[in-house]
């Protein structure tokens, strides 16, 4: 009966029309096609019913396998293997086969959709074997153990494994589904572009190593790191692939004397007897994609047969990368050479070393690491529900102006960008529909006969005092003086008629962010008003003290912002930990000894977690973006510094909070992203002219963002952080605040391991 009611489910009924109805010819066709779930339901459903009808009245099966190709129910791949009759396989499990991507030594790589979920992965098929026949699925299987334990940005992910058999019982397909990573492999972007930048170069060799730190946590050797196993995705994010070869310390699938793996990439002794290499096989691997990566060239060209190959691969020198590019630096050379060393004894030791001699050659141009690790983590987390900006189109504009052109010329641009807009034609139209609330825009006309645009606008700030209103004036008349008056009176912005179309969107766009910044750092002051006095009622009723319920209200703010990100509650802890032990420190150096003593240590303690809780005012869309930021979206992320800094103000004000805690908790929070050099945000201090309040927070706040780990980035190991704040960041900082730095290193480690999110 089941059975019954699931064809009776997805029989496709021909549309009734006028006159005689004649049976449907393609209707068997498309029934089974439904029934064996290789054509979905819903997306049949979701047809029109005179494309069914086409599809239906298809006299020949391939015919209709077009039709269903060119609307989207099949792939070309689907609708070739229907039309030979080789449907075994299109259907794994909960999951249908799209395309073919790709094939190596022992499986072949599908892309396919969950069927219920409809997301995209990658599915790893072994050839079709017989019930006798286990040895391959011993390895396959191996394989889905081993990666299915690697939760890594930079090695792909696997989410499930599973058989299928075939009708008659004789025939099994093994089946792992992967992460599908959109994108080219490392081979066909240099096949096709060329040797790429050393510094890219460098960085997709560090993002593996990376990779390989984390396997060699599990004891695990890959064996076949090379390009065409390295995804990058269109952020240059890359993944490593196929864990097909990969071998555990403590476990001999392989057996003794085997060779495993693509010889132009291969380590000397994995040719030798692959069942006795250590990760040191996989660095030689990375060093000759490396090589491939810089000089376009293979580290040792196969020539002859496998054997003759494989013969000369063990007596070869290894290859020099200046040799080939005489323009690559000699220091790159020297890390490929020793990489790729003869002997494992005489390469790096494992992964982390590896990073620490790529991290020179990753630098970003402008010297600032910061923005590794400027996005948040993906872990669900209870969220903070503060009102969210304006969606891009959907805010509310009110036009005022005397002229029916000009309202109705500003209504059709604004309205076809998405916005909502209503038009007055006179000063008192205008204040009218302004009282009823809920715009965010006002464009107003200077010159209008009733009220003038001048007395409009006293009004309309009269009316609103505390509002965050934005009023666009525009005039063709008025001097520079009357202007500047204007906006001294509460205009936020002047244009001047006739004015371009590109100028009207691009100031409306500029003061509809602006607004919805000031909105959320209202609703921001409001929860930490609300906290405030919550705690202080909690004190009253305890008999607590004045000290403990502001340390308490800073880690409940900052727990507060973590938590909007996602992120988890360790920051804030490890922050005050960082900053006591820097500022402690610091108070020994001849640089800073007049400037530090308990009470700032402290304060500073005290108030270092409230650094980013600017960052609870940005809108959704650039606070949890994941990948990177347009420069757009940068400048709008920066903000966060005075959003937060003026939030603290007000805040300190409205509570009469002591002066000195507010002053430094806003310094902290506003120059935090400074640099010595000047280079920084948002006011360009230098030097000494940061307080070094902020410098000292923004020194723990670059080490803790490089060790924790982020959706499109893995957590840095300690040494490669400390390196990237001793050497790899020219001008970041000053040089006295890291001769302290370096001192409690140690230090710092500990308070990370200590101190978990």
Known sequence: MKDELT???????LPAAAGTIHPAPAQPFIDRLLQQSLVLAEDWEALPSRVQRRVLECKEEPKALEQLVKHGLLTRFQAGRIDTGSTFGLILGSYRVLDRLGAGGMAVVFKAEHMDLRHHVAIKVLP???NEDTAPETRFFAEMRIVARLRHPNIVAANDAGRVVSEDGNTVLRYLVMEYVPGQDLEEVVREHGPISPNRACAIAYQMACALAET???????????PSNIMLTA???????DFGLTRHFGHRVTAPGTVLGTIDYMAPEQARDASTVDIRADIFGLGATLYWCVTGQLPFPSEGNPVEALSRRLTAPIPSVRAANPELSAELDAVVARMMAERPEDRYADPAAVMEALLPFVQPPDGDYQNLAALPVAESAEIVELPEAAA??????????DEAPVRELCRQLLEAEGAIVDVAANGAQGLALAAKGGFDVVLLDVAMPDLTGVEVLARLRQQMPKSHLKVLMFSGHATPEEM???????ADDFLTKPFRVAQLLARVHNLVKLKAAQDRAAALNRHLAAIN???????REGGGDAESLRDTLVLAVARVAEQREGRGTGHPVRMQRYVRTLAEAAACHPTFSHQIDCPFVDMLECVAPLHDIGRVGLPDHILLKIGPLTPEERLTMEAHTVIGADALREIGDLQGANPAFVQMAAEVTRSHHERYDGMGYPDRLAGDTIPLAAQIVGVADVYDALRCRRLYKPALPHAAAVQILLQNSPGQFDPALLEVFHQVTAKFEAIFRETPD
Not at 7 to 13: M, Q
Not at 216 to 226: F, I, P, T
Not at 235 to 241: G, V
């Open 216 to 226: 060699h946590k599990y004891g695990l050797v890959h064996r076949d790191v090379k």
């Open 128 to 130: 079709p074997m017989s």
């Open 235 to 241: 952020e240059d994010q890359a993944k490593l692939l």
């Open 533 to 539: 006095a919550e705690l202080e009622a909690e004190v």
């Open 7 to 13: 064809t009776l489910s997805h029989t496709a009924v």
């Open 484 to 490: 500047s008056e204007m906006l001294a009176r509460g």
């Open 392 to 401: 891009p189109g959907r805010y509310r504009i009110l036009v005022v102006d």
